[in-house]
């Protein structure tokens, strides 16, 4: 079965779903306002329903997801950025770490991945993660989608994760 725009990002939500979001939340002028951070949603990206994360986001002309969650409680925000991406990706059987690097983002550390995996519904997907953490926060972005469209996606995916703003 071909995986759709909203199953992948329903993906990219599941493979996030280990961290338990920051409720209320709204979009207003192309920008997802959460308790504790903005982003602007890329043009050709639409948030779809999902309750495992602050906000899901499918496009229509190829197949992909991003992901934006917030973890503002807990032992989360104390854990190392390492740990916390491979919470991330739980989800994702036979994942390949392409990519990592520790970095900045907005003056906050990061650890950014690029992987590769295989999800039981849509088969091999590729993906790019950021983990950030600033204060008492962590904040989760992430994009996937089939091989073939992964790098069409990356250039939306940079500008959203960017745009990351904290309140």
């Known amino acids: 079965m071909g995986?759709?725009?909203a199953r992948l990002a329903l993906l990219a939500a599941c493979v996030g779903a280990g961290v338990v979001g920051c409720a209320g939340t709204r979009i207003e002028g192309g920008i997802f306002r959460g308790r504790t951070y903005q982003v602007e949603l890329p043009?050709?990206?639409q948030a779809v329903p999902d309750g495992r994360?602050?906000?899901a986001l499918s496009r229509q002309d190829a197949p992909g997801g991003m992901l934006a969650n917030a973890t503002c409680q807990g032992r989360e925000p104390a854990r190392p950025l390492e740990v916390l991406t491979r919470h991330l990706l739980f989800g994702l059987?036979?994942?390949q770490i392409l990519?990592?690097?520790e970095i900045q983002v907005n003056g906050q550390p990061a650890e950014r991945t690029v992987f590769?995996?295989?999800s039981a519904e849509d088969g091999r997907v590729q993906g790019e993660a950021y983990v950030i953490?600033?204060?008492d926060c962590v904040y989760d972005l992430l994009y996937v989608s089939p091989p073939q469209y992964f790098e069409q996606g990356r250039p939306?995916?940079?500008r959203f994760v960017r745009s990351l703003r904290r309140p």
Do not use: H, I, M, S
């Open 116 to 118: 590769e995996g295989k």
């Open 53 to 55: 994360a602050d906000l």
């Open 156 to 158: 939306d995916f940079d």
């Open 93 to 95: 059987k036979e994942r």
């Open 43 to 45: 043009a050709g990206w």
């Open 133 to 135: 953490k600033a204060a």
């Open 3 to 5: 995986a759709t725009p």
């Open 99 to 101: 990519e990592r690097a």
